[in-house]
T-cell receptor, first 112, second 113 residues
C-alpha cells in the first residue's frame, strides 16, 4: 500500500507566476486536504476535497484553488504568486471526510 | 475562532529525562485534540489523539490527557530517547474526524546523549 505522494518536492517560482502542486492520495482514500506551512509555523488548512467536490475552505484568497480527479488525486493551484506564498505545502488524504489524515512529505515552494 | 497555543522551543533534554510540552486551546464547540510529530525530512505523523474530556491518548510512551476545565492537552513522556528528536504539533478539530485541523506553531525537541 503506497502512502501519500506529492510532486514536485521542491520548486522555485517568480512573483506573479502561477504554480500547480500535485498529490496522489493513499489507496482507498477519497478525501484530500491541503495545508500551507510557513517556516517556523504550524500548518494552516487551505481546503479539502471529497469525491471531487470542495468540502470546506480555510482563510485563503481565491487565487488558491484546487481540483480533485476521479482517481481522488488532487492539485493545488496558486495564481499571481506572492513572496509570502513561500512555504511547505502539505497534502493529506483520508479514507473519508471524518477520518484520520495521513500526510505526504510536502512540496517546498520558494517564490523569488 | 479556533486556536492552539504551544510552548516555544527548542526544548533540549538529556536522554531519559522527563518531557512535558504544554498545549492549550480555544475552540468554538467541542473539539477533538491531537498531537502530531514531524521528524526531519518527513511528513506529519499522528502521534495520539483524544476526542472527549478526560480521555487519555497514548502511543510510543507518549501520553496526553484532554482537560476541558483547563482547555489543555499537554504532551508527556517519562523517558525520552535521542530518536524522539523532532517537531511536535498540537492540533484540534471541531466536528470532524481529524482532517480539517487547526495547528499550533510546533515545539522542537532535541534530545542529547
Amino acid at each position: 500500500e503506497t502512502g501519500v505522494t506529492q510532486s514536485p518536492t521542491h520548486l522555485i517560482k517568480t512573483r506573479g507566476q502561477q504554480v500547480t502542486l500535485r498529490c496522489s492520495s493513499q489507496s482507498g482514500h477519497n478525501t484530500v486536504s491541503w495545508y500551507q506551512q510557513a517556516l517556523g509555523q504550524g500548518p494552516q488548512f487551505i481546503f479539502q476535497y471529497y469525491r471531487e467536490e470542495e468540502n470546506g475552505r480555510g482563510n485563503f484568497p481565491p487565487r488558491f484553488s484546487g481540483l480533485q480527479f476521479p482517481n481522488y488525486s488532487s492539485e493545488l493551484n496558486v495564481n499571481a504568486l506572492e513572496l509570502d506564498d513561500s512555504a511547505l505545502y502539505l497534502c493529506a488524504s483520508s479514507e473519508t471526510r471524518n477520518t484520520e489524515a495521513f500526510f505526504g512529505q510536502g512540496t517546498r515552494l520558494t517564490v523569488v | 475562532g479556533n486556536s492552539v497555543t504551544q510552548m516555544e522551543g527548542p526544548v533540549t533534554l538529556s536522554e531519559e529525562a522527563f518531557l512535558t510540552i504544554n498545549c492549550t486551546y480555544t475552540a468554538t464547540g467541542y473539539p477533538s485534540l491531537f498531537w502530531y510529530v514531524q521528524y526531519p525530512g518527513e511528513g506529519l505523523q499522528l502521534l495520539l489523539k483524544a476526542t472527549k474530556a478526560d480521555d487519555k491518548g497514548s502511543n510510543k510512551g507518549f501520553e496526553a490527557t484532554y482537560r476541558k476545565e483547563t482547555t489543555s492537552f499537554h504532551l508527556e513522556k517519562g523517558s525520552v530517547q535521542v530518536s524522539d528528536s523532532a517537531v511536535y504539533f498540537c492540533a484540534l478539530e471541531v466536528g470532524g474526524g481529524g482532517n480539517k485541523l487547526t495547528f499550533g506553531t510546533g515545539t522542537q525537541l532535541k534530545v542529547e546523549l
